[in-house]
């Protein structure tokens, strides 16, 4: 017998954790239950819309299981992977040796890894607004806190340098940079990606760099921060998620910078690297398939991100009460609605979900204030699909606009 019939406690950081991208779909589920059919535009996943794997990675999976690599790798991962790796950072212009690379279950696990390797609880992270969300949950797990820098949607989403340098206080250990850019599709200029570094120099920052969208760039891969400064304290990422079409494998890689400042955190994201045994094993033979073989599947989806990127900006902009700053990279856009007084952006999002059927995220799950009205359309659709979408988005936002 129970010893009470109360429910089991649960622990305090789970509620401070959200993630908005996934959690919104309670209430889609709820307007399908409801009989209505949803338009998920909410999670980046190319696969669900009809961009495949290549062959050659799917091949090299397939392979290693059938010869019986099943089992438990060493814990940064196979030596050919990490290798692979490196010498993929080499040929962009970083000098990195295979022993500063971790293979790991997506950029999320290295995002994880980096953030309770370095971040001690009670110290603070310097984190873009809007953010992509797992940096935020992660933080609440590990009692650290953001502290959002403003990127600037009036001038194309770049980071405002001189609100970072206010946010920085004694306790900030992490500069984040999301570049290509989830949730806003920014890809930032040199001058700015040298001006982060130099700032993070000053302070005794580490930047944390996430590029798993920097093979998307419309106008072509977009080389590491890392390259920029070799000896800069810089922890990359990426993964297979995005450029190589293989999100659900969850394959990914990070590259910690050469500079002798970053040993020490080497070692701590090694050391909880051992706890967690290894990232799937068949997977990673798929990593050094990706980074030896044919890219050109990289050429047709950039081709296909920037007519939908253009699409999207264009209809967008032809709402009246909506703004849309033209993405760069990625597939996302990050629209403004001007909200009537006392609307949030859930009103709106969740007022297209139940009235459309249209699932979008809103830009307070990402970190933007409620009343400034942004929320993010995912558009890997097809682009007369997406026609038809924003012609409801155009009905709906009249409507709520009136
Ligand atoms: C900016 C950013 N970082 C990390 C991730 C997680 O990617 P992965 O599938 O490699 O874990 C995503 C996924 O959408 C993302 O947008």
């Not at 109360?6 to 309670?26: E, G, P, Q, W």
């Not at 930032?188 to 760099?209: F, S």
């Not at 902009?317 to 849309?324: E, Q, R, Y």
């Amino acid at each position: 017998m129970p010893a009470s019939a109360a429910a089991i406690r649960t622990a305090r950081r789970v509620d401070r954790f959200t993630y908005a991208i996934r959690n919104i779909v309670a209430e889609a589920k709820k307007v399908e239950a409801a009989g209505q059919k949803v338009r998920y535009l909410n999670i980046g996943d190319p696969n669900q819309f009809g961009f495949l794997t290549p062959p050659h990675l799917i091949e090299a999976v397939i392979r290693a299981m059938r010869e019986g690599k099943n089992g438990y790798t060493p814990s940064p991962g196979i030596a050919e992977a990490r290798e692979a790796v490196a010498a993929d950072f080499v040929s962009r212009g970083v000098n990195v040796s295979a022993d500063r690379v971790l293979i790991t279950s997506g950029t999320s696990e290295g995002i994880e890894l980096a953030l309770t390797g370095i971040v001690d609880d009670g110290e603070e992270v310097l984190v873009p607004s809007p953010t992509y969300p797992l940096y935020t949950a992660v933080l609440a797990k590990i009692g650290a806190q953001p502290a959002y820098y403003r990127t600037d949607h009036t001038n194309a989403w770049l980071p405002d340098l001189d609100h970072i340098r206010s946010r920085i206080t004694a306790k900030t250990r992490v500069l984040v940079v999301i570049d290509p850019n989830n949730p806003t599709g920014a890809v930032y200029p040199d001058a700015t990606r040298k001006a982060l570094i130099e700032l993070a120099d000053a302070h005794g920052l580490v930047i944390l760099a996430d590029e798993v969208y920097g093979d998307l760039a419309y106008d072509g891969a977009v080389p590491p921060m890392a390259a920029l400064d070799n000896q800069a304290p810089i922890i990359s990422y990426s993964s297979l998620s995005k450029a190589y079409l293989a999100p659900g494998w969850r394959a990914g890689w990070m590259a910690v910078g050469a500079s002798p400042r970053l040993d020490p955190a080497l070692s701590a994201i090694k050391k909880l690297a051992d706890g967690r045994l290894c990232s799937p094993g068949p997977m990673q033979y798929a990593v050094t398939a990706a980074l030896t073989g044919d890219r050109s599947h990289q050429v047709a989806f950039r081709r296909e991100l920037r007519q939908r990127a253009e699409l999207t900006t264009a209809r967008m902009n032809a709402i009246p009460g909506i703004s849309c700053v033209a993405p760069r990279g990625a597939f996302y856009a990050m629209p403004k609605v001007e909200l009537p007084r006392g609307k949030t952006d859930a009103d709106f999002v969740l007022g297209l979900l139940r009235s459309k059927g249209i699932l979008c995220v809103y830009g307070s799950g990402f970190g933007t204030a409620p009343e400034d009205g942004f929320f993010r359309i995912v558009f890997l659709a097809t682009p007369k699909e997406l026609g038809a979408i924003y012609d409801e988005v155009a009905q709906f936002s009249r409507d709520f606009l009136s």
